[in-house]
């Protein structure tokens, strides 16, 4: 997915982009990078590879070599950057969060239109953030030019633009992903994760409608376009992508998981699960808080089975290739047999993709001892791949074990109407789906977190959540 940072201060504010930038690892492991501006020296920028190597092991020399009041930085589970850029606006440095999903119609207009060349990447593809910088410049001003940019891309995009003069940090059109300002005597900050200023010194001030852009400087803000109505936040920061700590639209990323698990664990009262299993246990990290709320509601005790060894291993998710991803759950996940031995468990997991990491857990479990698994998702079922993030990107449609699943049953590729009966979890198809998911998965039992719940535990309108993946609804 990826993440961005950003500060603008009467101080030096290297260490801020260095510590702010780190506290969004979480978000990808591919790429990490700082850009500062100083009136001496100018623009400052480094990017680093962090597959095999924390963000704060590799810019550490970094931060202390760098100097600037002004400054931005990024995590990327995709293209290198921040970059820096000369156009017709001035000099600037540019970060960005989202996916263009017709990137090569945008990249033909460009040329067509005057562009002599894009600098390709290692894989021969065009650099987003590249692309991003270059519809800017078609615009009368920085502000048109974002706006220009935003509005022609198929996706989303949100944007921190760093010049000589200021921050520009501009949301996505419709607030898919947060940006959020703090504020301290010295100046601003915004970043994508709220949690990622509070041991800086910095309080929460402001966070961005959809669409909405402001002209951060050290001695105030400016917002140069208002926020748009239309908001479609991506429901899976709270359910998966965001930090416990997190505050998105006023809702707190752990505490919503609690209610999650808790509402799992109420649906679960007349399969009278106290009676049938010994422990409550969550998938680590992004399982636990939902697990901790099923265990409080339901009365059953929670247990540690797999304790995650967090000092090496990556998320398992960033590695491109399947077989790198599976081995790296396995080996990060390590069993303790005086919990298992014997015992049968509520586990629960944020999340049901691909299917292949969770099957190999629980067949592990069971192979350390386990009598029973009961798997438990913490949303519905994933239909379709997120075409507005970088979720999941390398996912196809058919790479969904749901999808694969309903092929099955219904013997090749099933129409619109069928597919959102097996969406509808008060469908017979929907429960058809379910079993053969556990059956294929070796679950003693399996159930999916309704819609209508999962919004619920979130806490905000639900007109302004994204549901595309689970729904397809736009």
């Known amino acids: 997915m990826g993440g961005v940072f950003g500060a603008v201060s009467k101080r030096d504010c290297v260490m801020d982009i260095f510590f702010g930038t780190d506290y969004h690892s979480h978000l990808g492991t591919k790429r990490g990078g700082m850009c500062v501006y100083d009136e001496k020296k100018g623009f400052d920028r480094v990017i680093h590879n962090i597959e095999n190597s924390p963000f704060r092991t590799k810019f550490e020399q970094d931060s202390i070599s760098m100097k600037g009041n002004f400054g931005i930085g990024s995590i990327s589970d995709g293209e290198p950057q921040p970059l820096t850029i000369y156009s017709k606006q001035g000099h600037y440095s540019i970060g960005t969060v989202g996916r263009i999903n017709n990137k090569a119609q945008l990249v033909q207009e460009l040329i067509d239109n005057g562009a002599h060349q894009f600098m390709s990447m290692s894989g021969g593809d065009i650099n987003n953030t590249e692309l991003v910088a270059a519809l800017i410049s078609t615009g009368t001003s920085l502000v048109d030019g974002i706006?220009?940019?935003?509005?022609?891309?198929?996706?989303?995009?949100?944007i921190l633009l760093l010049t000589s003069y200021g921050l520009y940090a501009a949301r996505d059109l419709v607030g898919r992903t947060p940006l959020v300002i703090g504020e301290n005597e010295d100046g601003y900050c915004v970043a994508s994760e709220s949690f990622s200023f509070a041991n800086l010194g910095y309080t929460p001030c402001k966070e961005l409608g959809p669409g909405e852009i402001v002209l951060m400087k050290p001695d105030g803000l400016e917002?140069?376009?208002?926020?748009?109505?239309?908001?479609?936040?991506?429901?899976?920061?709270w359910t998966y992508f965001g930090y416990p700590p997190t505050v998105y639209e006023g809702r707190t990323v752990e505490a919503s998981r609690y209610r999650n698990g808790a509402s799992i664990a109420e649906k679960d009262r007349d399969d009278n699960m106290k009676d049938k299993v010994d422990y409550v246990a969550g998938i680590p990290d992004s399982g636990i808080a939902h697990a901790l709320g099923y265990a409080q509601v339901s009365g059953i005790p929670y247990a540690r089975p797999l304790i995650k060894y967090t000092p090496t291993w990556p998320r398992s998710f960033m590695p491109q290739n399947q077989k790198a991803r599976d081995l790296i759950a396995k080996m990060k996940l390590i069993p303790v047999p005086e919990v298992i031995?014997?015992?049968?468990?509520?586990?629960?997991?944020?999340?049901?993709?691909?299917?292949?990491?969770?099957?190999e857990t629980v067949t592990y479990l069971k192979e350390k001892g386990a009598d029973e698994i009961h798997v438990r998702s913490a949303c519905p079922p994933i239909m379709f791949g997120c075409k507005y993030l970088n979720f999941s990107r390398s996912v196809s449609d058919m790479d969904l074990i749901s999808r694969r699943v309903i092929a099955e049953l219904e013997g090749g590729e099933v129409s619109d109407e069928i597919l959102q009966e097996y969406v509808d979890a008060s469908t017979e198809r929907h429960a058809r789906m379910v079993g053969r998911i556990s059956e294929i998965m070796q679950f003693d039992s399996l159930k999916f977190q309704t819609l209508e719940d999962a919004l619920d535990a979130v806490g905000i309108d639900r007109c302004k959540l994204c549901t595309y993946c689970w729904d397809g609804k736009e």
């Open 341 to 359: 031995q014997g015992k049968r468990f509520v586990l629960v997991d944020d999340s049901i993709v691909r299917g292949t990491q969770l099957r």
């Open 223 to 237: 917002t140069v376009r208002e926020a748009g109505e239309k908001m479609r936040v991506c429901t899976f920061l």
């Open 147 to 158: 706006q220009r940019a935003q509005k022609k891309i198929d996706g989303s995009i949100t």
